[in-house]
């Protein structure tokens, strides 16, 4: 991989980036140190099943790099932990997040504590810092940055969402997530609080968790395992690499406007079958691995969302769908010790809960093209 070229020097240099060991937040960490511009990173990470310290080794085996890392395993709700490390950092950027739509409905209160009541406890600790500068001591507040998600919108049958839509979350995991950034927003409003959200959509790259769709089909199609599409497969997502969204989301940072919300999205909407039928091209395998099982209750339907403000602000995506799902392919081939050490032990019994009955009861997809299928009704 390329190294981002080093650019000028940061507004926020000292950083406290939670959730860092996981998909999003370590391709952040990644490649804000890879730029070499002086900042230094606080990883405060739980290190739940979702969390990886090996998605930071290429950090660790940078000897200049890895001296500008601190890694804190950690609860962002528990509060002893997280003040102190609030108090010499310049912004925080809360990736931290129980993140899956399916564990969400199998069990929801994680995602109550973290998402919601997480978030809470890393305001208060922020408030804190805000305290202390009015007192003057120290030289500013600390600017938050949320990382929130397409989904608060709820299912968009037609059209775009933009910022200012009503949220109408319809999972768990959105409800939890939309509670999260509605307290972000509140502590701007109430406090005076320096935050800004960002709302990002389906994102898939290189050490994406395999309980994920792309990854997930990636690697059971490597091991001709089934694949399990949800429905009919003609849901619709919006795919944005992983490096632009945390590209988009460093953006923010710098010069997204105090209070702000801004759109993330990938401009690649597709329906779930066509994304299955490129990574089955892309591996050379068939298109009878894949089953069609029962769905996902409330599935939402379609994600899409409108770029003018992000665009507005300066931003603009590098990477190709096309580009990217290649690369993301050759990654999961090229790395299969990473992936093989996820889908063992814990991952068993999710994989029973979440597929067993599911794939006993499934059917033959039949065709891969989306019209095809809309008209089969399989
Ligand atoms: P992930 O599940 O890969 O990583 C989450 C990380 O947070 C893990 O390292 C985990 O150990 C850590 N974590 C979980 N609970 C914690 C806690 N209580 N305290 C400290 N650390 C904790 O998630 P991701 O896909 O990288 O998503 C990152 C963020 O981006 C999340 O907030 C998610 O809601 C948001 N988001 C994700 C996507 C996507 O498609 N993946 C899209 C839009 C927004
Ligand atoms: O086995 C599967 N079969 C299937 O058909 C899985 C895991 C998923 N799907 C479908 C459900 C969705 O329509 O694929 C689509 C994508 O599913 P996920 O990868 O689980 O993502 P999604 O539910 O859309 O949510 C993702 O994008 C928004 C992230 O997981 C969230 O963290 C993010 O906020």
């Known amino acids: 991989m390329t190294e981002p070229a080093a650019t000028t020097a940061p507004r926020f240099r000292r950083l406290l980036v939670t959730g ?5 937040g370590s391709c952040f960490v990644r490649d804000r140190l890879a730029r070499r511009d002086g900042t230094t990173i606080t990883v405060l990470d739980k ?25 804190v395993v950690g609860d962002i709700a528990d509060a002893a932990v997280v003040a102190p490390l609030m108090t010499d950092i310049d912004a925080i950027v809360n990736f931290a997040a129980e993140s899956h739509v399916d564990r969400s409905i199998l069990d929801p209160e994680a995602f109550l504590r973290t998402d919601v009541m997480g978030v809470h406890v890393l305001l208060e600790a922020a408030r804190a810092e805000k305290d202390r500068a009015a007192r003057g001591e120290r030289a500013t507040a600390p600017r938050f940055l949320q990382v929130s998600t397409d989904e608060v919108y709820g299912s968009v049958d037609t059209g775009e969402s933009h910022e200012e839509d009503p949220l109408d979350p319809r999972s768990p995991y959105s409800a939890a997530k939309a509670a999260g950034e509605l307290f972000v927003h509140s502590y701007f409003v ?3 609080l320096d935050t800004v959200v960002t709302r990002g959509s389906n994102t898939y790259g290189p050490y994406h968790h395999p ?3 792309i990854p997930l089909f990636i690697t059971n199609a490597i091991e001709d395992q089934q694949l399990p599409l949800y429905g009919d497969g003609l849901q619709r997502r919006d795919w944005l690499y ?3 969204h945390a590209g988009a989301i460093d953006h923010v940072l710098e ?28 591996l050379g395998k068939p298109w009878s691995l894949v089953r ?3 769905d996902r209750p409330g599935h939402d339907r379609r994600y899409a969302m409108d770029d003018s403000k992000l665009t507005g602000l300066g931003w603009a995506n590098k990477m190709r769908f096309e580009d990217g799902l290649s690369a993301t392919v050759d990654w999961y081939l090229e790395n299969r010790e990473w992936w093989r050490s996820i889908k063992s032990g814990e991952w068993d019994d999710y994989y029973r809960r979440q597929y067993g009955d599911r794939l006993a009861g499934s059917r033959e997809a ?10 089969a009704k399989p």
């Open 20 to 24: 860092g060991a996981g998909f999003i």
């Open 47 to 71: 290190l739940t099943y979702a969390g990886n310290p090996a998605n930071l080794a290429p950090v660790e085996a940078d000897p200049e790099q890895a001296t500008r890392l601190r890694f």
């Open 292 to 294: 069609l099982v029962d």
């Open 190 to 192: 109430t406090y005076g």
């Open 255 to 282: 010069h997204g406007v105090s209070g702000e919300i801004y759109n993330v999205p990938g401009n690649n909407e597709r329906a779930n079958r066509e994304t299955v039928s490129d990574l089955l091209d892309l």
């Open 211 to 213: 309980e994920k769709l």
């Open 242 to 244: 992983v490096a632009d």
């Open 366 to 375: 039949m065709t891969e093209a989306p019209e095809a299928a809309a008209k």
